[in-house]
Nanobody, 121 residues
């Protein structure tokens, strides 16, 4: 059974940086990061494949956010730089068991509990 534990959220001023971590128990093929702001739908940010490090990003974060993984630690990271107030949301990591690198939340099997990121102007 796959379990995910996120950490690293917090409050930061605009232009600042944060790194989120997602510790994974169990075998998965790929991992994704999503976020959800109040009153909005869950939004894809980035995804990565464990075996070869292939990545995918949404246009809204490309160039500012970096997804990476440490296979030895079974941990996926989301490095966020040049943060903006509109990045404020609850951030979730998600795991997909079968092959594929997807942006839609419905393609993921297990979700973390979420971690709050607040960016002030």
């Amino acid at each position: 059974q796959v379990q995910l534990v996120e950490s690293g959220g917090g409050s930061v001023q605009a232009g600042g940086s944060l790194r989120l971590s997602c510790s994974v128990t169990g075998r998965t093929f790929s991992m994704g990061w999503f976020r959800q702001a109040p009153g909005k739908e869950r939004e894809f940010i980035a995804a990565i494949v464990w075996i070869n490090g292939a990545t995918s990003y949404s246009d809204s974060v490309k160039g500012r956010f970096t997804i990476s993984r440490d296979n030895a630690k079974n941990t996926v990271y989301l490095e966020m730089t040049s943060l903006k107030p509109e990045d404020t949301a609850v951030y979730y990591c998600a795991a997909r068991i079968n092959r594929g690198l997807f942006a839609s939340p419905r393609n993921y099997d297990t979700w973390g509990q979420g971690t709050q990121v607040t960016v002030s102007s």
